[in-house]
């Protein structure tokens, strides 16, 4: 057996390449040594570059010798983390600590680390995940969760809990149960955040100026730094404080050890093996664990949001059932969620088995997502670097033109000169880019927020400018959550009967009017029945009464938990009653839910009646077909169109002792059924879904149904909201696997009148139109379609798994005319998200947070219809729970986009500016002076910059997007023409100058050479082209509201251009400017109209 047992790991934590390294002493000394040479440059690049660091200080060497690992992940970010191990030791002579695990099986000895004498077990630890060193394949991996390779009859066998010796040694490899997110004091955040480029730069700078007597300015520059940088640090503690605050869960649990046992321990002490007692007032759940014995309900909000309770289950008895978390959340309780109450037999425990701790568990999995996002893809910021690049060789430029130019005039200074090219560097790169450009970022945030939408992860919203496809789920989303219940279609000996609207006054006493009362997973919590509104509605429809013997929590004292009856007014049997033995949750893998039901006196003490509700076309498969209806379809049919949701119930018998009724399988149950009926509830669209959906397809943004429910309920609601519009056809797509013959595509042209025609053959050559049409994009259609009629594909999660897994040529085609995915599983959501981005899609995706999380978590703006203020599944969530939100945080994402190319052009073209007047002024060894730049740099552009981002959305969406690129011709071409401009009209006036009769040459002196005509000119002149830049680029619709209304914008204009005008026509000493006579009464006048021509 070998030490470790290891697995590959997941894709979100995939190691690409590893390479163990060890510590060279004369290596790491010589480096060093070097590194604090150049004023400490080299220890900088040395905590920037951790990668290349350890290749200079190591050495390569075998993986069992390494100090130090280098690591690569999927997202290309390299890391270094250093090796760390342990001792384990084996008792010899002591059988019975790992007798448990045998009996279990001898797959499961892989979760301890055994061996026959002391060993050292080496593992890293990475992103808060654990990894081992597997010896056979020489690499680290992470090691398999508990439950790997085990079935649910296998996790049973570990009821009697760990012994003490295998609850340390299993500590050691899996470590504490904790999610901690730890807390850095002041002075850490202090110095990570110093030792950022942004402010290294800054400091650079602010010392250069020091040393080239710009006090002011370099004073001004270091207030502002210091005061945003006090508010960085204040922030970023106070948000890792909530996050510690949210996450963080200590208490004391008991556990059963040795099978006997009850001991207290702390919750971080809890291992994977260990069996947790549920107390009988409920608990918040420390980890993730199995349920085992008894009964909960449990709210899970904190991690999907839904604050309706779920009744939890005993794990089922099943040796062909793999075990897995995901597949059996029914089964499962979830770290962080709350148990609300419990439910045993009598004296029995509530029992469950602790199956993943820590960071491994759902909510640290979370957590996790929320410390190590996943890197967005946004070309936006790659072009603002290449631009930032440009600007940075411009500097390069600018100071080999410094010292050539300085050097040319016989300066021989080498202090000043060295200053005056540094200086250069500090104008064309300004220090304060960076933050203006988060400006319309954070004001989008507040404005979105006064709409009671709130946003986890800022750097979506700029996203959110370039959405091209809006995806949403039918249910709580376009739908209202709640239902009307419309009737009852009974069977009767193989045919339909009328509906029945008043179940309790005209459904006759039967099965159907049974499965009613029990077949649901309703409770009672402080007296209020609570739980799902449909299966609300329908109980509701009876006028039964539900009832759980006994104290909440010992409701399983008589055998029977849930007992329904019939109200003391029903004419048929007025004393019935039902009691439920077991139930088999809802599944939205497999669709439906079951429960065990015996009548109350029973003479039968073997006769258990079985009722299941589920999708119609499941239960369908499930029933005997000679119970269902030749005309089943049909009918399902009649009513989906309406958009109504539909149910089938049927039913069977079976003999079978009731105290062995909690080893019964859930196979062995849902088979051979007799089908009872439909039932039929009505699901309204909300009343802002259809504006809302025409607001997006006038916008050009297309818009997607992703839903669990039925096809043809989804697609009869697509119509009604607007998705599919008025004279457009839905082509369903059905594969089919065939066997030998492969998967076969079927075609089902669906009209107006729910007709079918022939089948349709579809051509993926071509995939760029966002509408399909039946003569254009290398499409071929067999069927009688009018030559310009454009369709919609629909497909169910069935065919769409099918199609994604054999039929390549035909994906891209579904993904681009596909209007309805339904019957979706939540994984599927996230896929088909995940593929539609790979094809240039921007994508939003809103739900109302059940089944959603993948998918919201996947979509480049996940919105979250939640109650609560933030959900962790999602970056944006709305309080408000309606689609209305969506326009809302696109009008947002394309103003905060276009402000944010708007002041990245505003501050490259102040930069440039400024670095073409001082390349002017250096040319005869002059220069701007301190409170000149502190007028134009502090008073003008960080105002400006500042304002220009208040402006809001425009309020209405047009079709063309904001652009997404720096790199565009128009782009490129408007900055190259503004910057021409701008030299040209320096440089006339330069020369315009020099020809005036009254112009006296500027002659260099040792101490001060800004006080000239030249500097006067040039300092008038660019302070209103700065003006007038931000006017120009402060640009309003159709992405913002017109310039007008930014009333601080319209201020600084009324502010800053008047006191710019009055530096002109009456020059102040202190501004070191002269009077140039006649010329500043019309220099105003001459600026303004050069920049119109």
């Known amino acids: 057996m070998t030490v470790l047992d290891m697995q590959s790991v997941d894709a979100e934590d995939e190691i690409t390449h590893q390479q163990g390294y060890r510590l060279s002493i004369w290596k790491?000394?010589?480096?060093?040594?070097?590194?604090?040479?150049?004023?400490?440059?080299?220890?900088?690049?040395?905590?920037?570059?951790?990668?290349?660091?350890?290749?200079?200080?190591?050495?390569?060497?075998?993986?069992?010798?390494?100090?130090?690992?280098?690591?690569?992940?999927?997202?290309?970010?390299?890391?270094?983390?250093?090796?760390?191990?342990?001792?384990?030791?084996?008792?010899?002579?002591?059988?019975?600590?790992?007798?448990?695990?045998?009996?279990?099986d001898d797959e499961m000895a892989y979760i301890l680390p055994t061996c026959d004498t002391q060993q050292k077990v080496v593992y890293i630890e990475h992103r808060h995940l654990r990894y081992f060193y597997d010896a056979p394949s020489k690499q680290f991996a992470k090691l398999r969760h508990f439950y790997d390779k085990l079935t649910c009859l296998a996790i049973h066998q570990f009821i009697e809990g760990l012994s003490e010796a295998d609850a340390v040694k299993t500590k050691q490899c899996y470590g504490p149960n904790s999610i901690d997110v730890p807390v850095k004091p002041y002075h850490v955040l202090f110095i990570e955040e110093v030792l950022h480029p942004f402010y290294i730069f800054q400091v650079l700078s602010v010392t250069f100026w020091m040393l080239d007597v710009y006090y002011y300015y370099a004073a001004a520059v270091l207030f502002i730094s210091?005061?945003?940088?006090?508010?960085?640090?204040?922030?970023?503690?106070?948000?890792?404080?909530?996050?510690?605050?949210?996450?963080?869960?200590?208490?004391?649990?008991?556990?059963?050890?040795?099978?006997?046992?009850?001991?207290?321990?702390?919750?971080?002490?809890?291992?994977?093996?260990?069996?947790?007692?549920?107390?009988?007032?409920?608990?918040?759940?420390?980890?993730?664990?199995?349920?085992?014995?008894?009964?909960?309900?449990?709210?899970?909000?904190?991690?999907?949001?839904?604050?309706?309770?779920?009744?939890?289950?005993?794990?089922?008895?099943?040796?062909?059932?793999?075990?897995?978390p995901d597949d059996c959340k029914r089964h499962t309780l979830f770290n962080g969620t709350q148990v609300i109450q419990t439910r045993f037999f009598g004296s029995k425990k509530v029992l469950a088995v602790v199956v993943r701790t820590g960071f491994t568990t759902a909510k640290g999995s979370l957590v996790r997502s929320i410390l190590f996002p996943k890197p967005l893809d946004s070309k936006m910021w790659k072009d603002i670097m290449k631009f930032v690049i440009f600007l940075a060789i411009t500097a390069a430029f600018g100071f080999t033109y410094t010292i050539i130019i300085l050097r040319a005039h016989n300066y021989d200074n080498v202090k000043e000169t060295i200053l005056r090219a540094f200086d250069v560097i500090t104008i064309v790169v300004p220090p304060a880019l960076p933050a203006a450009l988060t400006v319309g970022t954070v004001y989008s945030l507040s404005r979105l927020k006064k709409q009671s939408i709130y946003c986890i992860s800022p750097q979506r919203v700029s996203l959110c400018g370039k959405i091209k496809l809006a995806c949403f789920d039918k249910t709580g989303t376009l739908t209202e959550d709640s239902l009307d219940f419309l009737g009852i279609r009974p069977c009767f000996d193989q045919r339909f009967t009328q509906l029945v609207a008043e179940p309790h006054k005209n459904l006759p006493m039967g099965e159907l009017k049974y499965a009613m009362a029990t077949c649901h997973s309703l409770t009672r919590i402080d007296g209020v029945l609570r739980g799902d509104p449909l299966e609300l509605k329908m109980f509701e429809a009876l006028k039964w009464e539900l009832e759980e013997p006994g104290e909440e929590h010992t409701r399983f004292d008589s055998l029977v938990p849930v007992v329904v009856q019939a109200k003391s007014d029903d004419e048929f049997y007025p004393s019935?009653?039902?009691?439920?033995?077991?139930?088999?949750?809802?599944?939205?893998?497999?669709?439906?839910?079951?429960?065990?039901?015996?009548?109350?006196?029973?003479?039968?003490?073997?006769?258990?009646?079985?009722?299941?509700?589920?999708?119609?076309?499941?239960?369908?498969?499930?029933?005997?077909?000679?119970?269902?209806?030749?005309?089943?379809?049909?009918?399902?049919?009649?009513?989906?169109?309406?958009?109504?949701?539909?149910?089938?119930?049927?039913?069977?018998?079976?003999?079978?002792?009731?105290?062995?009724?909690?080893?019964?399988?859930?196979?062995?149950?849902?088979?051979?059924?007799?089908?009872?009926?439909?039932?039929?509830?009505?699901?309204?669209?909300?009343?802002?879904?259809?504006?809302?959906?025409?607001?997006?397809?006038?916008?050009?943004?297309?818009?997607?149904?992703v839903t669990g429910d039925n096809l043809h309920t989804a697609i009869s609601v697509a119509r009604d909201c607007g998705m599919v519009e008025a004279g457009h056809r839905v082509i369903m797509m059905?594969?089919?696997?065939?066997?030998?013959?492969?998967?076969?595509?079927?075609?089902?042209?669906?009209?107006?009148?729910?007709?079918?025609?022939d089948a349709v053959m579809l051509s993926s050559d071509s995939y760029s139109s966002d509408y399909c049409n039946s003569s254009t994009n290398s499409t071929e259609i067999s069927i009688l379609l009018p030559s310009s009629q454009p369709y919609h594909l629909a497909?169910?999660?069935?065919?769409?798994?099918?199609?994604?897994?054999?039929?390549?040529?035909?994906?891209n085609r579904l993904m681009v005319c596909g209007t309805v995915f339904a019957r979706m599983a939540p994984e599927q959501k996230a896929e088909l998200v995940r593929y539609l981005q790979t094809l240039g899609y921007g994508v939003a995706m809103c739900g109302d947070g059940a089944n959603d999380c993948g998918a919201l978590k996947a979509a480049h703006a996940g919105i979250s219809l939640s109650e609560t203020e933030a959900s962790v599944a999602s970056p944006f969530t709305s309080k408000i729970p309606n689609i209305s939100c969506v326009p809302k945080v696109i009008k947002e994402g394309r103003a905060a986009l276009v402000t944010a190319f708007s002041i990245f052009k505003f501050m490259a073209l102040y930069s440039l500016t400024e670095f073409i007047t001082v390349a002017f002024l250096y040319s005869i060894e002059s220069n701007l002076g301190d409170i000149q730049y502190l007028y134009i740099d502090l008073i003008?552009?960080?105002?400006?910059?500042?304002?220009?981002?208040?402006?809001?959305?425009?309020?209405?969406?047009?079709?063309?997007?904001?652009?997404?690129?720096?790199?565009?011709?128009?782009?490129?071409?408007?900055?190259?023409?503004?910057?021409?401009?701008?030299?040209?009209?320096?440089?006339?006036?330069?020369?315009?100058?020099?020809?005036?009769?009254?112009?006296?040459?500027?002659?260099?002196?040792?101490?001060?050479?800004?006080?000239?005509?030249?500097?006067?000119?040039?300092?008038?002149?660019?302070?209103?082209?700065?003006?007038?830049?931000?006017?120009?680029?402060?640009?309003?619709?159709?992405?913002?509201?017109?310039?007008y209304t930014n009333y601080w914008f319209m201020l600084c204009l009324i502010v800053l251009v008047p006191a710019c005008a009055y530096l002109v026509m009456a020059p102040e000493a202190w501004l070191k400017i002269v009077s140039m006579y006649f010329w500043n009464h019309y220099f105003v006048l001459f600026v303004v109209c050069s920049f119109h021509l």
């Not at 497909?795 to 994906?811: C, E, N, P, R, Y």
């Open 226 to 324: 210091s005061l945003s940088l006090v508010i960085s640090l204040l922030q970023t503690r106070k948000h890792m404080q909530q996050l510690h605050d949210m996450v963080t869960c200590s208490s004391k649990v008991s556990v059963l050890r040795d099978g006997k046992v009850l001991e207290d321990i702390p919750s971080e002490d809890l291992v994977p093996g260990d069996v947790l007692v549920i107390p009988k007032d409920g608990m918040s759940m420390p980890c993730d664990a199995a349920l085992l014995a008894g009964n909960c309900v449990v709210n899970e909000a904190m991690l999907t949001g839904e604050s309706l309770p779920v009744t939890k289950t005993p794990l089922p008895h099943d040796a062909n059932l793999a075990y897995m």
């Open 795 to 811: 497909v169910d999660g069935k065919s769409f798994a099918l199609i994604m897994q054999t039929h390549k040529d035909i994906i």
């Open 940 to 1043: 003008l552009i960080l105002a400006f910059a500042f304002v220009m981002g208040f402006s809001g959305p425009y309020p209405t969406l047009i079709k063309k997007r904001p652009p997404g690129t720096l790199a565009g011709l128009n782009v490129l071409l408007s900055l190259i023409f503004h910057i021409l401009l701008i030299t040209a009209t320096q440089l006339a006036l330069w020369f315009y100058l020099k020809k005036q009769h009254w112009y006296e040459p500027l002659i260099p002196n040792d101490y001060d050479n800004i006080v000239c005509s030249e500097n006067t000119l040039l300092f008038q002149c660019s302070i209103f082209q700065y003006i007038i830049l931000a006017v120009i680029l402060s640009t309003g619709p159709p992405y913002r509201n017109p310039l």
């Open 576 to 705: 019935l009653e039902l009691g439920v033995l077991k139930q088999f949750s809802f599944s939205s893998e497999l669709q439906r839910m079951s429960v065990l039901v015996k009548k109350l006196p029973s003479v039968d003490s073997k006769r258990i009646e079985v009722y299941v509700k589920g999708s119609p076309e499941k239960i369908q498969q499930l029933c005997i077909p000679q119970s269902v209806p030749p005309d089943f379809f049909t009918v399902l049919s009649k009513y989906t169109k309406k958009g109504c949701r539909v149910l089938a119930i049927a039913h069977r018998f079976l003999h079978i002792k009731a105290h062995k009724i909690d080893k019964i399988t859930r196979d062995e149950v849902e088979c051979d059924l007799m089908f009872l009926g439909l039932l039929i509830m009505q699901n309204k669209l909300k009343p802002e879904s259809s504006p809302v959906i025409t607001t997006l397809h006038s916008a050009s943004i297309r818009t997607v149904m």
């Open 734 to 757: 059905q594969a089919t696997d065939s066997g030998d013959q492969g998967v076969l595509l079927d075609y089902t042209l669906v009209g107006e009148d729910m007709s079918c025609a």
């Open 28 to 104: 790491s000394t010589v480096v060093f040594f070097l590194a604090t040479l150049p004023g400490g440059v080299g220890l900088l690049l040395i905590y920037w570059f951790p990668q290349y660091t350890l290749r200079l200080i190591g050495y390569k060497c075998p993986m069992s010798q390494a100090t130090y690992l280098l690591l690569k992940d999927c997202d290309g970010n390299w890391c270094v983390e250093k090796i760390k191990h342990y001792v384990t030791e084996s008792e010899e002579g002591n059988e019975d600590d790992d007798k448990h695990f045998s009996d279990v």
